[in-house]
Structures are given as structure tokens and as C-alpha cells.
DNA sequence: AGACCGGTGTCCGGGATCGGACAGCAGCAA
DNA sequence: TTGCTGCTGTCCGATCCCGGACACCGGTCT
């Protein structure tokens, strides 16, 4: 666990190289060539985000395979950022893959700041969800207690009656977690 | 609380009878030309989402008024879903604006069933966002130990873990919840 | 003033919940 | 077989949390 490791899938070999050296010192890529060549089991968990070639698959007409594989990599690891890469430039394709869970869109070719930019985010997204993801029961209800009090405008009355409890039962949760 | 109302936010009166005739019998359209003319004090809660249109300041560049109305909103109402109407097809913007949290992007001129679809996926995206903020305490808990559960792939004792309680606790919970 | 309203903060007895402990079970290696 | 491992499901006494009730407070009526 040094450096954070990101899974590249991208089938030609210069683009491969030219990430690669893109992105020396921000985190060690991995490469496969298209998402059918991850095998059954993968350790999606040793990730920490993923940038997702749309035109792996060039018979296909608009990168709908590029589409299919973000909602298979994310029924696999919902907390792995996508980033989509593609030379089709379309609007419709950008939005699609952003709906269906990417988190970012680069068009190729890219200006390298902007693809470190967005490898950042995307491992810096990865975590949070991760991060999220194990959250303790504990700290779950803390934080819906918080967005209720806060939604209720600081009405306690209010605020319980929408999370579902008693008043007393409000005020001793606030005190146990110190809010 | 008939049918769904909606706001459109969009300068070009043609657009918006445009609109307003294409989404007859989809919501009631309310109007208002920019996100300045919000009151200060205004009923987002009476809508079931936003039209917004980027363009409503010709003079700036980009539509980065547009991008900052998204925020404007959801700091208003996080729970409103934005669809985005422009002119400006650029990927950049579109990815941008979806980042900030919009739910969909637009472009004018646009086909009337691509408008009604996205009108209600936004409509019933905010009634879901709406009915998960309103969640229970208990509700909550509910769903956290399903999915902690899930991620543990069935194992009591690691979902235990990963919530932060004592095995025990969860089997009286699983029990409670009727899991 | 006096009554009312909607809110806050606190108390207390009874019932729910805690977690350590225990028994059991399947898989596996010596 | 024996022992070990990692899990499941359940028990029970000590403890904690529940929620109805109460006192109180500020604003707003008549």
C-alpha cells in the first residue's frame, strides 16, 4: 500500500506508453486492453480509480460497449471512480457516461495537466467513497442526525419528527456524539 | 399537490412557450427569465425539478453563469433535479455542469421526447431524492446493514465489523428489521 | 393580565438492548 | 481421529435507552 495503483483499459499500446509517462509520479497504472480481458475474480480493491478507453472496441458504433463496461465495472466496485477517454467528442456520449457512473470525461487528445487533474479526483473520489462506504453504524446516524437538524433549521421538534423518534430520544443521541 | 410542477429558467420568451407546449400534460411549467429574479426567500420545495437554461447571459463567456446557477440551486435545495438546456455543445462544458450536480444536459434545439423523458427522470429523480432525505432513523439503519451485509458477501461477523457492533447487536437488528 | 401555543430541556421507572460466553457446525491439516 | 479455525445462533444478567410527563420560556393573541 505506497503510491495508489489505477487499472488503464485501453487496447493501443502508444496511448498505454504515453499515459504511463503522463502519469509517473501520480500513480502506478496497471493496463489491460479491454474490459473482457478482466478476469472472474479481480482485485478491484487494490485500485484507486480507473480511466476507461470508449473506443476499445472500434466496430462498435458509438462506444456503446465503452458505456456497457461503466456499469460493469461499477456492479463489480461501486466505490471506483471512473475516468472515460475518447476521441468521439459527443455531447450525448459525455452525458450518458456520466449518468451511468463515470466520474469524469476527457476528450483525446488531452493536455496532460488536465489528465493528472482528473486521475487526482478520481483516486481522491475513490477514497472518499470508500471511506464512506465502511462507515460505522455509528457514524451514519451521526451524519443523519446532522443533515436532519440542519434541514429542520435547527428545530429539534421538527428534526426528530422527520428522523422518526421521540424528542428525548434526539437529545440524547445529540449529546452522545457531541453535536 | 396535483401534477408535478416544474421551473424553467430561460430569457427567450419563444423557448419558453416552446417548452411549455411540449411538456403540456408532462408538469406545469412556472417561468422566471434568470436565477437572479429568485427571491430571496422562494418554494423549491413546490417543485419537482428545473429547466435551466445556460444561456441566459449572452455576454459571458462559456455559460459559466450557468455553471454557477447549479450550485446556486442545490445550495438552495439539494434535492431538485437540474436538467441543463443550452445552445453550446461543447463535452467540456456538458461534463462540468454535470459535476456540479445536474442531472441531465440538453441541447437546443432539442427533440420534444428527449425533453419529456428527461423531464420525468428528473421529476421522479427528486421525488427519490425527496423520499431518501425524509428517511427514518430507522430506515437508515435499515439500508446501512443491508448493504454492509451485501458488501460482506453474507458474513455476519465481518458485516458486524464493518458496521462497528457486536455481532449480537446485528442478529437483534437483522431481526428487528426483518432481513 | 391571563390563556394559549410551540418550542426547549430534564426526569424516572420499566422494558429493551448490550456483549461476553457458550455450544455447535463445517472445513481442513496433521 | 484429533485439533484448530472461523463462523453461526442463542442465552442471560447488568446496563442503557425509551418516551410520557413535567417545568419552563418567549411570543401572540383577547
Redesign the pocket.
Given at each position: 500500500m505506497d503510491g495508489p495503483r489505477i487499472l488503464l483499459i485501453e487496447d493501443d499500446l502508444a496511448i498505454v506508453q504515453a499515459i504511463g509517462f503522463a502519469l509517473r509520479g501520480v500513480a502506478e497504472v496497471d493496463h489491460i486492453p479491454g474490459p473482457d480481458d478482466l478476469p472472474d475474480t479481480f482485485p478491484f480493491e487494490r485500485y484507486a480509480a480507473v480511466l476507461l478507453d470508449m473506443n476499445f472496441r472500434p466496430e462498435q458504433r458509438e462506444g456503446r460497449a465503452g458505456l456497457d463496461a461503466i456499469g460493469q465495472l461499477r456492479a463489480a466496485d461501486p466505490t471506483l471512480a471512473i475516468v472515460m477517454l475518447t476521441v468521439f467528442g459527443g455531447v450525448a456520449i459525455a452525458v450518458e457516461a456520466l449518468k451511468r457512473g463515470a466520474c469524469d470525461f476527457l476528450l483525446k487528445p488531452w493536455r496532460n495537466d488536465r489528465l493528472v487533474a482528473a486521475t487526482r479526483a478520481a483516486i481522491d473520489l475513490t477514497s472518499r467513497q470508500r471511506a464512506g462506504a465502511a462507515m460505522s453504524l455509528d457514524a451514519i446516524e451521526r451524519h443523519a442526525i446532522e443533515r436532519a437538524i440542519e434541514r429542520a433549521e435547527?428545530?429539534?421538534?421538527?428534526?426528530?419528527a422527520a428522523l422518526g423518534?421521540?424528542?428525548?430520544?434526539l437529545?440524547?443521541?445529540i449529546?452522545?456524539h457531541g453535536l
Open positions: 435547527g428545530n429539534i421538534s421538527r428534526a426528530a423518534i421521540t424528542r428525548p430520544a437529545y440524547r443521541r449529546e452522545k
